[in-house]
C-alpha cells in the first residue's frame, strides 16, 4: 500500500504575487509581515488584503455594494430569527450632477469623501455605511427601533446639510441628501433585492416630493409577549423560518428586475 507523499513546501518566489502586492501598497493600512521571517504569515496577510480591498469602496473607504450586499443578508436572517427591528437607509446626493459639471470631477470626489465621512460619524459603531455606487449610499441599522429611524434619518440629513466642504482655499460647497428608508419585515425572511426596493421607492419619493428630505416605510408593528413568540415561532428555532416574503410582479411598484428610475 502506497504511503500518502507529505505536502511539499510553496515557494513564494515562484508566485505571481507582484500585481497584488501593487494592490496592497495602495491600499492597506497595516504593513505586510516579512516574506523571508514568516512566508505563510505574508501569504495569508496577501489574502487577507486581498479579500478586504474586495469589499471596501476604494474612493470612500466605506464598504462597497459587495459588502453592503453581505451584511443585508445577515441583517436579515437575524431579523427573522429574532423579531429585532432593523432599518436600510438609502442616500442620494441632490443635484450632484451640478458638481461635476460647475467644479470638476475631482470636487465631486471630494464631496463624496466629506458625505461618507459625514454619515459614518451620525451612526453608531455597529451600523454599516457603504457607497452603493455614484452618488449614493446605503445605511443598515441592526437593532434599530421604529421609533428611532427616523430620528436618526433626519440627524444624518441636518448634519449633511449644515456640512461645509473645503474644495480649495477659495472654494467650498454645500450639499443636501434625499433619504429614503424601510425596515425589514419582522419574523420575515424577506431578500436583499426587495428590502432594497422598498427603500428605493420611498428615496423616489423623497425625491418627488422636493429632496432634502427623510421619507421612511413604516412598518405596522406587532407587540408579541416572549411566551407568544416561543409558542409561535419556537418550533423554528433549529431551522430556516417557515414565511418567505414575496412580491407578485403584477403589484404596484414592483418589476421583473427590482430596478427603480430615479431622478436627481
Known amino acids: 500500500m502506497a504511503t ?4 511539499q513546501p510553496i515557494d513564494l518566489q515562484q508566485l505571481q504575487l507582484d500585481d497584488a502586492r ?4 495602495h491600499g492597506m493600512l497595516t504593513a505586510l509581515p516579512s516574506m523571508q521571517e514568516s512566508p505563510l504569515d505574508y501569504l495569508q496577510g496577501v489574502i487577507n488584503g486581498l479579500c478586504e ?3 471596501k469602496d476604494p474612493l470612500t473607504g466605506l464598504g462597497n455594494r459587495r459588502h453592503f450586499r453581505a451584511v443585508q443578508e445577515r441583517t436579515i436572517d437575524g431579523v427573522a430569527r429574532s423579531g429585532d427591528a432593523a432599518l436600510l437607509l438609502m442616500l442620494d446626493i441632490d443635484h450632484f450632477k451640478k458638481v461635476n459639471d460647475t467644479h470638476g470631477h475631482q470636487a465631486g470626489d471630494q464631496v463624496l469623501q466629506a458625505i461618507a465621512k459625514c454619515i459614518a460619524s451620525c451612526v453608531r459603531p455597529m451600523d454599516t455605511v457603504a457607497r452603493y455606487g455614484g452618488e449614493e449610499f446605503a445605511v443598515v441599522l441592526p437593532n434599530c427601533h421604529t421609533s428611532f429611524g427616523e430620528t436618526v434619518a433626519e440627524r444624518i440629513r441636518a448634519t449633511i446639510e449644515a456640512l461645509v466642504i473645503t474644495i480649495s482655499p477659495t472654494l467650498t460647497l454645500r450639499v443636501t ?9 419582522e419574523w420575515v425572511r424577506s431578500t436583499a433585492a426587495l428590502w432594497t426596493e422598498r427603500a428605493d421607492v420611498q428615496l423616489y419619493r423623497a425625491k418627488r416630493e422636493g429632496r432634502n428630505r427623510v421619507c421612511l416605510d413604516h412598518p405596522q408593528e406587532i407587540f408579541v409577549s416572549a411566551e407568544e413568540k416561543n409558542l409561535l415561532f419556537g418550533h423554528l428555532a433549529l431551522g430556516d423560518p417557515a414565511w418567505i416574503e414575496s412580491v407578485s410582479s403584477d403589484a404596484p411598484g414592483s418589476s421583473a428586475s427590482g430596478a427603480m428610475q430615479r431622478v436627481n
Do not use: Q
Not at 500518502?4 to 505536502?7: A, L, N, T, Y
Not at 501593487?22 to 501598497?25: G, H, I, S, T, V
Open 22 to 25: 501593487a494592490l496592497l501598497d
Open 177 to 185: 441628501v434625499s433619504v429614503g428608508g424601510a425596515y425589514a419585515p
Open 53 to 55: 480591498l474586495s469589499l
Open 4 to 7: 500518502p507523499k507529505s505536502p
